[in-house]
């Protein structure tokens, strides 16, 4: 399957949005009612996805292919599971992007703008926030946990050269 014939046959697209571990829990009714305020799109190889320094309220979600986080030009992480999460930072934080996402291979992502989610109903606007938001939480907290073991592995080796 070409990946624009997975971006246009809607069975496809929610099985794979069944994948992101935010919307697991979602029927497939709801899956296609967040497929009316999401956007998905193929990137080519070396396409940017997000640029730093830009600003906008949209947060991403990795469906297939891989992408790189590069800061200041320094890769920092590839990311290659469906449902991994970019962009969540300046969405939560409402400042400008901290670094460039590129696509590392050809790649699909969905994206969903949290001023289209506020246009929906009160109850499905508090549904999706909160999965999404949820999500991000869990994020946040497994990142937090790998950089506290990153700097205590960096404060080992910095105490045993002294």
Known sequence: MSENDFINDNS????????????????????????NFSEIKAYAENEVIIEENSKDDRVFYLITGK??????????????????????????????????????????????????IDKLDEKNRLTFK??????????????LKKTTEELLEAQKIIQSRA
């Open 12 to 35: 496809e697209t929610i099985t794979h949005l069944r994948q992101i571990p935010a919307l697991e829990c979602f029927s497939e009714k709801d899956l296609k009612e967040f497929l």
């Open 67 to 116: 992408a790189k986080v590069v800061k200041n030009g320094k890769e920092l992480i590839i990311l290659r599971r469906t449902g991994d999460v970019f962009g969540e930072i300046g969405v939560v934080t409402g400042v400008a992007r901290s670094a460039t996402v590129i696509a590392a291979s050809p790649t699909t992502c969905v994206s969903i703008s949290l001023s289209e």
């Open 130 to 143: 909160y999965m999404i938001f949820r999500g991000f939480a869990e994020v946040l907290a497994n990142r």
